[in-house]
């Protein structure tokens, strides 16, 4: 494939998947007997149509997302199937708002916070990755490390974190220094601009670094890189995935002191899930990362809007964004058939 | 009755459709597929058992969940086996699809915000003499036909698979495919029909939650079983024996949250909860557990 049709390829996927998004949920919509256009509205209302619920509601839900979705990417390109982003970004945000309460100055207290919230991504991929090297099947542990952080978090909201009053299953609040600052007037805060850098950082080091290139190898064909003699795999691999659980450490962390302020057990709905979708749609590279996390952060976004706006259950836009990735992975397929009619068409065979 | 036997009973009671789930999950894993939209085949099957329990009786309920759990896992084994998708997270589409489509559907069903649906549950068929046995009598001869069902069913997947030819076939498939298809075996219909399969016995997790727990549907109220029976397997070391005790440890854990409020424990027991989980890690630990595993688990079928 040409190098230039290879670097568009993911803006004409996101494009396209875009239109097929809006198409299949209005047909949905149309099936389930609701109001097509006031429904639409409302999603469009709700996602770019305002100022406020572009910088509120839309960025503000994209943010988590571009940086669990680029945790995604980076294992996926490696052939890590870490499943484990909702694990690995609760105990980011444990991790920084336990951090947080500590009695220090506010910057000092926050960029320690962060810091804590990708060392305990990491630390949480760290299981995985090392029984990876064992053979055990990362989905398999991920999955596991996803409900022991789960149910860990339910114990210390009721436990050792509970706020004073031990009313609610929550830990306190954190004090205002502590928190990003926002955007005045806006619910935006500097994460969005932390996981943007990330993802500018990452596609440069996926492109550029030597490491990015071991990475890529060792996703496109193991064995050859192994063979190849110049990639440690099980160390490159090992890389990666603690690297990937630290960016969706980050992730939690940021969303604990730019939007939650607080530990509780629903602090993620589902982002973690969500970011394998964000990563697939865009082709498992950094960069389009954004505009994918950007689309996804729109439509549950405005799906709120639309539940709350049109009474269209938010439910629609799930079914939207699991075809979505369907459809992606239906792309190479689709390649594949394009070339092996070209290989027919060149052979002379029917 | 004794706290303990009510405990005993809430244990297996809550195993059951743990121990369904995983069954499914056994025969598609053994077959070489890691089925992670199981959970998708369990919230179809409660959907289809809550619709056709208010419309039909429990009978019809339970054969529409079975069909929704395979309709589900047959279009997970459309894309996995015959386009050749990647497993894990085709799995996972079909998860977020399934949660959408059934949430969605229930609303357009049963109105807006569902005002609670209330289906006639089954009610336990209690062996007499049997379940007068005291601590484990109600435990094991006092639930619903579900229970005696799943553990019926996990001795038929014990059988097929030890001792038929169908279950050697099928073991080949996720052992070696290419000696498989060497053998004559056609690889890609035995992993599509033990997808299929893995979506029914899902699709009757899904029924025993509607129609012996709760007798209601809501929304994502498959509440990760079906990545649980995907631990259950793991921690059963792929064999039925092994998956039966699993499921019931993962189901004792579940259920000490009953004991915890009957005894008034104020522990929090998350910490509990958590158990199962890290004794899967520590089984998956050890360097014979990854023997048990399929060779060509999670690969795809390459001709």
């Known amino acids: 494939m040409a190098a230039s049709r290879r670097s568009l390829e993911p803006v004409a996927v996101v494009g396209g998947v875009s239109v097929a998004a809006l198409i299949l949920l209005a047909t949905l919509l149309a099936l389930g007997g609701y109001d097509v256009p006031v429904a639409l509205a409302a999603l469009w209302r709700g996602s770019f149509g305002t100022s406020y619920a572009f910088f509120s509601a839309t960025l503000v839900r994209a943010t988590p997302l571009l940086l669990a979705g680029l945790a995604v990417a980076l294992a996926f390109r490696a052939g890590v199937w870490n499943i484990g982003a909702e694990g690995q970004l609760l105990a980011g945000a444990t991790a920084a708002i336990a951090v947080a309460a500590l009695p220090l100055s506010g910057v000092l207290r926050l960029t320690l916070a962060l810091l804590a919230a990708a060392l305990a991504g990491g630390v949480w991929a760290l299981p995985a990755a090392l029984l990876r090297r064992r053979g055990v099947l990362e989905v398999i542990s991920t999955i596991m490390l996803n409900f022991i952080a789960l149910n860990v978090v339910g114990y210390l909201v009721r436990g050792p974190l509970q ?32 996981a943007l850098a990330a993802a500018i950082a990452l596609g440069i080091v996926m492109r550029r670094s030597a490491w990015g290139f071991r990475v890529r190898a060792l996703g496109a064909n193991p064995q050859a890189a192994a ?36 530990l509780y057990e629903g ?23 954004a505009p994918s996390a950007l689309l996804f952060g729109a439509l549950e976004a405005g799906a709120t809007a639309m539940q709350r706006d049109a009474g269209v259950p938010a439910a629609f836009v799930t079914v939207v964004e699991g075809s979505l990735v369907l459809l992606v992975l239906l792309l190479p397929v689709v390649t594949r058939w394009q070339s092996e009619r070209a290989h027919r068409a060149r052979t002379g065979a029917s | 009755m004794s706290t303990d036997s009510e405990f005993l009973a809430a244990a297996v009671r809550t195993a059951t459709p743990l121990l369904l789930a995983a069954t499914g999950e056994l025969v598609v894993e053994r077959a070489g597929i890691i089925y992670v939209g199981i959970e998708g085949s369990i919230l179809a099957g409660a959907l289809a058992a809550a619709a056709g329990g208010l419309a039909l009786g429990s009978g019809p309920a339970v054969v529409l969940a079975l069909l929704a759990g395979a309709a589900t896992a047959g279009l997970f084994a459309l894309f996995v086996v015959r386009w050749r998708t990647e497993q894990i997270v085709t799995g996972t589409a079909i998860t977020l699809v399934a949660t959408g489509a059934t949430a969605a559907l229930y609303h357009v069903l049963f109105g807006p915000e569902g005002a609670g649906l209330r289906i006639p549950v089954v009610r336990p068929v209690v062996v007499p003499g049997l379940s007068a046995i005291p601590l484990i009598g109600n435990a094991l ?97 792929w064999r039925p024996g092994g998956v039966l005790i699993a499921a019931l440890a993962f ?53």
């Open chain 1, 267 to 289: 602090l993620s709905p589902g982002y973690g899930y969500t970011a394998i979708a964000v990563a697939l749609l865009a082709r498992l590279d950094p960069l389009f990362v």
């Open chain 1, 163 to 194: 706020e004073p009053t031990h009313a609610y299953p929550q830990s306190v609040t954190i004090d205002a220094v502590a928190r990003l600052p926002r955007v005045p007037g806006t619910r935006l805060h500097l994460g969005v601009l932390i």
């Open chain 2, 251 to 303: 189901g004792a854990a579940s259920a000490l949250q009953y004991l915890f409020q009957a005894r008034g424990w104020t522990l929090p027991y998350q910490a509990f909860l958590a158990l199962p989980y890290v004794a899967t890690l520590v089984a998956l630990a050890t360097t014979r557990a990854r023997g048990a595993a399929p060779a060509a688990l999670g690969q795809a079928d390459s001709e």
């Open chain 1, 227 to 262: 063979s190849a003699g110049m990639i440690d795999v099980p160390r490159v691999a090992l890389q990666a995935f603690v690297v990937s659980g630290s960016l969706a450490g980050l992730a939690g962390g940021i969303e604990a002191t730019g939007v939650t302020y607080a």
């Open chain 2, 141 to 237: 001869f006092a639930q619903s036909l579900f229970t005696y069902a799943a553990v019926v069913g996990m001795l038929a997947v014990w059988w097929t698979l030890a001792r038929t030819h169908l279950g050697l076939a099928l073991r080949a498939c996720g052992e070696r495919p290419s000696a498989a298809r060497a053998a004559g075996i056609a690889t890609g219909r035995m992993r599509g029909a033990a997808a299929l399969f893995a979506g029914a016995l899902g699709g009757a997790a899904g029924a025993a939650l509607v129609l012996v727990q709760s007798g209601t549907f809501a929304e994502g109220m498959s509440a990760g079983r079906g990545f649980i029976a995907i631990a259950i397997v793991a921690l059963g070391r």
